[in-house]
């Protein structure tokens, strides 16, 4: 969270209860209030961050589903297949040594 400002635009997958728990961790529990969450809890966007609903988000952009802009940060499930042009620089893993995330830099 102390790097979001490094990137333009994060893509973060919607699954479960991240957006709340970014809400929380950031003490930023008023957007709740501003009308940024739609039924059942699912959030489009907060501040530079953008929630999209599938978990591998880069399978979106390879197949021109998604566009992104450049200088963004890309935040996927760490089961997601690696893709020829867009691979994982940081891989977030779990206590149990299984892959949680994959972090991708999109320049």
């Known amino acids: 969270m102390k790097n979001r400002d490094k990137f333009k635009t994060i893509y973060m997958p919607l699954e ?3 957006p709340l728990y970014y809400l929380f961790y950031t003490q930023r529990l008023d957007k709740l209030e501003k009308g940024t969450i739609q039924k059942r809890f ?3 966007a907060i501040d530079n961050i953008k929630f999209v609903d ?3 988000i880069t399978d979106r952009i ?3 589903k998604l566009v992104i802009e450049p200088k963004s940060l890309i935040l996927e499930s760490g089961d997601c297949p690696d893709n020829s042009k867009l691979k994982g620089d940081v891989i977030i893993t779990r206590s149990d040594g299984t892959k949680a995330y994959k972090a991708i830099k999109y320049q």
Do not use: A, Q
């Open 62 to 64: 390879v197949h021109k």
């Open 54 to 56: 599938v978990t591998c």
């Open 42 to 44: 699912k959030v489009k």
């Open 16 to 18: 479960g209860d991240l």
